[in-house]
């Protein structure tokens, strides 16, 4: 990798590092919507799971509750996982031609459910079947996009669960997502170790920004710095879904 692109994606990646330190998420949302910029989606999303595996196996690691979300939330996480490695055989592991509009659309959709008032909830007779089917539309939309938020993140958050409950689960979801989305891409032969280099770079740069984005998170007012985060997020969906079409 050329050292004024290395340069880039560590600097891409020590912003994705520093939104999710500081409100918890969106790191590989953050992460491969700038990286389509520099390079072929699939080959961003390669670069994307060391990072990505790392730090939401340590936000899952904070808490006590993996046990109990494990055994809630297992029929979502197996859907998404089969879900993403049958779509990657069907579709293409992040390599379809309508990857970077559909990549475009969720991060559209995700930032208007984030941005909007309304607070859906979802009772505890419906999590058995509606989980699967939510679990599946995720493996999808992974498999297309390499972004793993929706629906899981909005379902996740109309469980109602407490705030360190969803910060946990979250780092499940997005942990298992990745494991798939990396099995995806190798099924389809596009994990390659040149890249190696530049995902140990990510990591390190995604690192340091949850270092700095954890530091400064008391400083920050959070609804602020997450209604600028959402903004910003927006017109880089925008711009991907009109890029696709240039």
């Known amino acids: 990798m050329a050292s004024h692109l290395s340069a880039l994606v560590g600097l891409v990646f020590i912003l994705a590092g520093f939104v999710k330190g500081t409100i918890g998420m969106g790191l590989p949302t953050v992460a491969i919507g ?15 799971i060391l990072p990505s595996f790392v730090t ?7 808490g006590p509750q993996f046990t109990r979300l494990l055994r809630r939330l297992w029929p979502l996480l197996v859907a998404a996982t089969l879900a993403t ?7 293409g592991a992040v390599s ?11 991060i559209v959709l ?15 007779r419906h999590q058995l079947w509606l989980g699967p089917l939510v679990g599946a ?26 705030p360190d409950e969803l910060v946990q689960a979250l ?13 995806a891409l190798a099924d389809a032969g596009e994990i390659h170790w040149p890249n190696a280099g530049a995902s140990l770079l990510a990591l390190a740069a995604a690192l340091g920004g949850m270092f700095l984005g954890q530091s400064v998170r008391a400083r920050l007012k959070p609804q602020t710095f997450r209604l600028w985060f959402l903004a910003g997020l927006l017109l880089l969906g ?5 890029r696709s079409f240039l």
């Open 34 to 48: 700038f990286l389509t910029l520099l390079m072929p989606p699939a080959e961003a999303a390669t670069i994307l």
């Open 85 to 91: 490695v049958a779509a990657g055989r069907w579709i």
């Open 110 to 124: 995700y930032t208007i459910i984030s941005l909007a008032p309304l607070r859906l909830e979802v009772p505890a």
């Open 171 to 183: 780092g499940l979801s997005f942990t298992i997502s990745t494991l798939a989305l990396a099995a």
């Open 137 to 162: 539309a995720t493996g999808v939309v992974t498999a297309l996009t390499g972004v793993f938020v929706i629906p899981a993140v909005p379902y996740l958050q109309a469980l109602r669960l407490d």
């Open 56 to 62: 939401n196996v340590w936000q899952l690691a904070v």
């Open 96 to 106: 379809s031609p309508a990857t970077l509009t559909a990549l475009g659309a969720a």
């Open 238 to 242: 925008v711009h991907l879904m009109l």
